[in-house]
């Protein structure tokens, strides 16, 4: 089955910082028609390449990722039950933090940086911390990394 498939709001970094994908997608066996479930799967296999849990939450989206079929809402047909059909488009979009993909950022920050200067460049520097350095990059004073998040 042909279908277009669209990732924005970040989520395209997930798949080599590609944004439109025309894919074709076999049915499962013994199925008949092809399901969202079904789709989400196969994207996780075959076309997200680093981190599919900023993707995916069990067998399905993470919260925060709006989901479109044919410039539908998924939520209104059915969400992993959603049948699709051939040339059908689906859109994959993140609404967290303005679907800038800071929610991407930060875990990968924070993995390269460390949990101390990974809030700093995020603007997320707990309010009583004080904070030493230039240009915002610098240090915690007082705290742990764990005390803050």
């Given at each position: 089955m042909q279908l277009t498939l669209e990732f924005g709001g970040g989520l395209e970094l997930l798949c080599n910082?590609?944004?439109?994908?025309s894919v074709d997608v076999d049915l499962p066996a013994e199925e008949k028609k092809l399901t969202m479930k079904h789709l989400l799967a196969w994207v996780k296999s075959n076309l997200?390449?680093?981190?599919?849990?900023?993707?995916?939450k069990g067998d399905?989206?993470?919260?925060?990722?709006?989901v479109l079929v044919n410039d539908c809402d998924w939520e209104l047909s059915g969400q992993l039950d959603t049948t699709l059909e051939n040339k059908d488009v689906v859109v994959f979009i993140s609404t967290l933090h303005g679907g800038s993909g800071?929610?991407?950022l930060e875990?990968?920050?924070t993995s390269l940086m460390g949990h101390t200067l990974a809030p700093l460049l995020l603007g997320k520097a707990?309010?009583?911390?004080?904070?030493c350095g230039a240009g915002?990059?610098?240090?915690y004073y007082g705290q742990k990394p764990q005390e803050y998040g």
């Open positions: 910082s590609v944004k439109i994908h997200i390449k680093e981190r599919p849990e900023m993707f995916m399905s989206v993470r919260p925060g990722v709006l800071l929610f991407i875990p990968l920050l707990p309010p009583s911390s004080s904070i915002g990059l610098g240090c």
